[in-house]
């Protein structure tokens, strides 16, 4: 596994012109590995990438499971500001009861039913309930969290455009704080294979770092 990161060109007019909706960053983020082959059930293997703000600046992360060709991770970006390191050392390194930083950037949604069948699916738009979507959903991800020590600190919508002419915007919550591994098989699952829905689209993905770096 590979984690990767490449500084978006923001001042770049022409550039930026082609990524206005998150189908196009998906786009972006296929085009990077030139040559990866599809695999058992006919699909190219998963990526999870997001969008991270640090500093006035924008950054697209990506974990995959073969390294990004840097020079196709820079077509968006900035000269030479590619960069992608072996990642599953630090997966293997975890351990239950290890007290984590993490950041997590999700669409968490809610399902009306109508006349008891499925309705439709909805975006959480407050901070209340868009937090008890993230409480709900920790222990069956492999860890604990403290209501007090975590919250979203960013909420926006973005576009999403896939097919035929409509472009629907999705509800993007990015959350931080301090999490507890309780099941490490369920964590380390996580923080591979992201959670929650429009994975391809830059949503699911956890990043950690051991409190104090």
């Not at 296929?30 to 990526?47: A, D, H």
């Not at 500001?81 to 390194?93: H, L, P």
């Not at 919250?151 to 896939?162: G, L, M, P, T």
Request: aromatic fraction near 10%.
């Amino acid at each position: 596994m590979y984690l990767s990161r490449v500084l978006i060109d923001i001042n770049n007019r022409k550039k930026m012109k082609d990524l206005t909706h998150v189908g196009a960053y998906h786009a972006w983020v296929e085009s990077s590995f030139p040559n990866q082959t599809l695999n058992s059930e006919g699909l190219f293997p998963r990526k999870l990438w997001r969008i991270d703000k640090l500093n006035g600046n924008r950054y697209l992360l990506l974990i995959s499971e073969d390294k990004p060709d840097l020079k196709q991770l820079e077509k968006y970006g900035i000269h030479n500001s590619a960069q992608s390191k072996e990642y599953q050392s630090f997966i293997d390194r975890l351990k239950i009861g290890d007290y984590l930083r993490f950041r997590l950037v999700a669409n968490p949604v809610i399902s009306k039913p109508n006349s008891g069948i499925r309705g439709r699916v909805l975006p959480h738009v407050t901070s209340e309930y868009q937090e008890k979507f993230l409480m709900d959903r920790s222990e069956k991800n492999g860890f604990l969290l403290n209501p007090d020590e975590f919250a979203v600190s960013e909420h926006e919508f973005v576009n999403f455009k896939h097919k035929g002419s409509k472009t629907p915007r999705l509800s993007k919550v990015t959350y931080e704080g301090k999490l507890t591994i309780s099941d490490l098989d369920k964590f380390k699952n996580l923080l591979l294979k992201g959670m929650g829905k429009k994975k391809a689209y830059g949503f699911g993905m956890m990043t950690v770092i051991p409190i104090g770096e």
